[in-house]
């Protein structure tokens, strides 16, 4: 399936030609056994300290990296030459010998008539007073920034919510993000031998969970929880 970030009347022939054949080229290179990939692309991070995630957006164009400092940079890798952006600047100082791990979760909006979607980070980050680490959980939506002619040329972030993570869960192996809903799972920070899941309303939670009634539940084993679109 093609994956187009604005109306289809607002591209040429030849842009929709380019995307098709980009489609079929990933689809063969996907039942092929020789492990050629179709094309390649080769980012470097500048702009980022200490990569810990990164998510491509559907189309394969836009790539997205955080880092230990909770910041989010982006690659246009239709560019040439590819350069770093930022999205989200550094949201704290680096922790010397802490591992500062930054999750992202991307939940696309399907009735944006351009690329438009919210960007969810699981964080953590020094309290200057305590010497403590906070964690935490944004929401960010994303849209797309463009030129004169409305070509997609960049990317543009605004803070839509942010509130501390439930107290029970510590570290975080996965977040997930769907509509209102975002899913969480981790260790418990109480006992290691503990794993917990967590779905909330991340709406709600702006600010502060207290009046926030999350829905946990206890996992037999480390792994990935998932919010599921309603229509499916």
Request: with cysteine; charged share 20%.
């Amino acid at each position: 399936m093609i994956h187009l970030e604005r109306p289809i009347d607002m591209y040429s022939s030849d842009e929709l030609e380019f995307l098709s054949l980009r489609l079929e080229g990933a689809e063969v290179g996907w039942k092929t056994d020789d492990k050629c990939p179709s094309r390649v692309r080769e980012v470097a991070t500048t702009k980022t300290r200490d990569p810990q995630s990164m998510r491509l957006l559907e189309g394969g164009r836009w790539l997205l990296t955080a880092s230990d400092t909770s910041s989010v940079v982006y690659f246009d890798l239709d560019a040439s030459p590819i350069t770093e952006n930022v999205l989200i600047p550094d949201q704290h100082d680096p922790v010397p010998n802490v591992f500062m791990c930054t999750q992202m979760a991307i939940d696309v909006d399907g009735n944006s008539a351009f690329l438009a979607f919210n960007l969810a980070l699981s964080l953590c980050s020094p309290d200057t007073v305590t010497n403590l680490i906070q964690y935490s959980i944004q929401v960010w939506n994303v849209v797309l920034l463009r030129d004169a002619q409305q070509r997609g040329i960049g990317l543009a972030a605004e803070l839509l919510s942010s509130f501390p993570q439930e107290p029970l869960i510590s570290g975080i192996y996965s977040i997930s993000l769907c509509g209102p809903h975002t899913a969480l799972s981790g260790f418990s920070s109480h006992s290691t031998h503990f794993i917990w899941g967590l779905v909330l309303d991340w709406v709600q939670a702006n600010g502060d969970t207290t009046d926030c009634r999350p829905r946990m539940f206890h996992l037999t084993d480390a792994g990935a929880v998932s919010t599921i679109p309603p229509n499916i």
